[in-house]
């Protein structure tokens, strides 16, 4: 059964870098489409990135585009999510989510694997 577990969040200063990541425990896996969500308080949770299973497609927010990167170590069955020239604005909970669709969906009800969600902080 697939497990999604997200780490690497914290706090950090306007400009800076993070790169979270997101571990599928079962290894024996294959096939899933994995998106990046974000959730500030207050807010509606939105999509962030994502990338076909494939590893061929990515896609973005307008808003991280050019900031943010999605990439997968196939061998360590992760996901990744580096964020450079980050904004206070940037501030939420960023979850990973999984689905075995055939094409990459950007709408969070279309997933159903979530992990727990790993808070990133951006101070100005």
């Known amino acids: 059964q697939v497990q999604l577990v997200e780490s690497g969040g914290g706090l950090v200063q306007a400009g800076d870098s993070l790169k979270l990541s997101c571990a599928n425990s079962?290894?024996?896996?294959?096939?899933?489409?994995v998106a990046w969500f974000r959730q500030a308080p207050g807010k509606e949770r939105e999509f962030v990135a994502a990338m076909h299973w494939s590893g061929g497609s990515t896609y973005y927010a307008d808003s991280v585009k050019g900031r943010f990167t999605i990439s997968r170590d196939s061998a360590k069955n992760t996901v990744y999510l580096q964020m450079n020239s980050l904004k206070p604005e940037d501030t939420a909970l960023y979850y990973c989510a999984a689905n075995s669709e055939l094409y990459v969906d950007l709408e969070a009800p279309l997933y159903n694997i979530w992990g727990q969600g790993t808070q990133v902080t951006v101070s100005s």
């Open positions: 079962d290894r024996t896996s294959k096939g899933y489409n």
